[in-house]
């Protein structure tokens, strides 16, 4: 049955570029109104890498739950989970950052002003990359799996921080920005497109592109089982 919820996230995406492009007005109250609609893509962007940082350290948590009995293998399957959605959280952290700074050229007149939050993004790709960094420095299976999961469960810390506390309680550029997404300030276009099409959407391409990942972590863990027996 996985083709159903894949094809919808097909349909739904396809729906966002089209609500994005073609449905949603100029918004008001922005230097160019129609830059506003990128938001549709750098929002959906900046909440998965957040659901992937609680992923991963959930995951990492039950890697290092059974990890203790590393000749059952059961910690294999949640290391390769965590290990995906630090990755796709480097990425949807990548893809935030890139579309921020369009949206910050056209409505600050800057790709980058040193704004909290587009501080705050560097240093969330810097705590995914320095996982990955990790996690390619270590060879022994059984500890680089201990490592990087006690690694990924520190780092979920400052990586909530930064995303949903740091920027709310310091002076930043976005502060009409977010309260026209959290405070109700968009349009009923905008809400319908972001919450209805644009969320969905980027929740199907994660919990997709994660099934991928995994099926290629498994299927290296094999190779190396094999290799090695």
């Not at 083709?3 to 230097?31: C, D, H, N, S």
Request: charged fraction near 15%.
């Amino acid at each position: 049955m996985g083709w159903i919820w894949k094809t919808a996230t097909g349909f739904l995406m396809a729906g966002t570029v089209w609500g994005m492009m073609a449905y949603v007005r100029p918004a008001e109250g922005f230097l160019y109104p129609d830059g506003a609609r990128i938001i549709i893509i750098h929002v959906p962007c900046a909440w998965i890498s957040a659901v992937a940082y609680l992923v991963a350290a959930w995951n990492a948590g039950r890697v290092l739950k059974r990890v203790a009995r590393p000749q059952d293998e059961t910690w294999v399957r949640p290391d390769c989970l965590c290990e995906a959605s630090m990755e796709l959280g480097l990425l949807f952290s990548i893809l935030t950052t890139a579309t921020g700074s369009i949206f910050s050229r056209l409505q600050w007149g800057a790709f980058w002003s040193w704004d909290p939050r587009q501080t705050s993004i560097v240093v969330i790709m810097l705590l995914f990359a320095a996982y990955l960094v990790l996690r390619s420095s270590v060879t022994n299976a059984v500890m680089r799996a201990r490592l990087t999961s006690a690694y990924a469960i520190i780092a979920v810390v400052p990586g909530m921080f930064l995303i949903w506390v740091l920027p709310r309680v310091v002076a930043s550029l976005h502060g009409d920005a977010n309260n026209a997404v959290i405070g109700g300030g968009l349009d009923s276009q905008y809400r319908a497109v972001l919450y209805g099409l644009a969320l969905p959407a980027f929740v199907g391409l994660y919990t997709w592109l994660m099934q991928l990942r995994m099926r290629l972590s498994m299927a290296e863990w094999r190779a190396v089982e094999r290799s090695v027996g």
